[in-house]
């Protein structure tokens, strides 16, 4: 008996000769010579497909597939179905099906007729529509339908302009942010279960999966931080009210003694630069006085 590695020492020739040329399955024809079986076994591993064809990948697309003629789509993948690499002849074509998803065709072994939401569609025009989509990409969506895979400051960037429950959202979310935050902090509070929450939407960068969004459009995911932020809020005033309200803020233009937190966004504006809170009547127009202290503090430590 002979071990692998006493196999793979042995002479080439034992098995083809050095002088020998032969076609390896699904390489579109290309001759390779064998030099050693290491290396039959390196080239035949590490091709896949052709040079005419090779299987789809798994790949995320964000973009909408352009407006296509079928002849041209399918003469650019060589007539061959874009799923299996079965060729077809030039008469057959109108009988492949499309996917909307990858942007090309397949034959009705690999494409079964099965919809999907299109991310692409989702990002660009809010379109939850179901589309045809080949059996390789409708496993493939349905496997990340419910993954935090989509940055909205990356891709589709003009959908918080374009969807206000999706704008509303955002809102709702930096508030219950804040006051998580708060309670966090609070040794006295009562303890909120945040794994009602899903973690990836309380997260930096904010990342939706296809399910949030489409939860977002329902107005599910509204509602459900709406009834969290009150939950909340009631927690922030009732455990703990003395220590919860050291850690809120007193407008420093009207001095008035009511205090307001950053989740308060209807009455409250937050510094972007220091984060401090004031009126939101009071702050229109005016520049922030606790940056003005920090900036006049440097400039005083500048000059010592």
């Not at 579109?28 to 090779?54: D, F, H, P, Q």
């Not at 209807?266 to 920090?294: L, S």
Request: with cysteine; proline share 5%.
């Amino acid at each position: 008996d002979r071990s692998c590695s006493d196999i793979l020492d042995f002479p080439a020739d034992i098995f083809k000769t050095s002088c020998e040329l032969e076609k390896l399955p699904g390489t579109g024809g290309v001759e390779v010579k064998y030099g050693s079986l290491t290396e039959e076994i390196r080239l035949r591993t590490r091709m896949r497909g052709s040079l005419n064809w090779a299987p789809p990948s798994f790949q995320i697309i964000f973009s909408v597939q352009p407006p296509h003629r079928r002849s041209e789509v399918v003469a650019l993948q060589h007539y061959l179905c874009a799923g299996c690499g079965t060729e077809v002849e030039p008469r057959y074509i109108k009988k492949l099906r499309y996917c909307e998803y990858l942007g090309r065709y397949f034959c009705d072994c690999c494409h079964s007729g099965s919809e999907a939401v299109i991310p692409g569609r989702v990002l660009s025009n809010w379109d939850f529509g179901r589309y045809s989509v080949s059996d390789f990409s409708k496993q493939l969506l349905d496997s990340v339908w419910c993954q935090p895979l989509f940055d909205l400051t990356s891709v589709g960037k003009t959908l918080y302009s374009k969807v206000k429950e999706l704008d509303r959202f955002r809102e709702l979310r930096e508030q219950l942010i804040s006051i998580k935050k708060l309670l966090k902090a609070c040794r006295l509070s009562e303890r909120y279960n945040f794994e009602e929450l899903p973690a990836h939407l309380m997260e930096e960068p904010l990342l939706f999966s296809m399910e949030d969004l489409q939860r977002v459009k329902k107005g599910q995911l509204v509602v459900f931080k709406s009834d969290s932020l009150w939950k909340l809020a009631s927690m922030t005033f009732s455990s703990s009210p003395q220590l919860c309200m050291g850690r809120g803020f007193i407008c420093e233009f009207c001095r008035v003694k009511d205090i307001i937190f950053p989740f308060q966004r209807d009455i409250c504006k937050r510094c972007t630069v220091c984060k401090a809170c004031f009126h939101k009547e009071c702050f229109v127009g005016k520049r922030c006085p606790k940056c003005t202290r920090i900036q006049s503090r440097t400039k005083i430590q500048m000059n010592l």
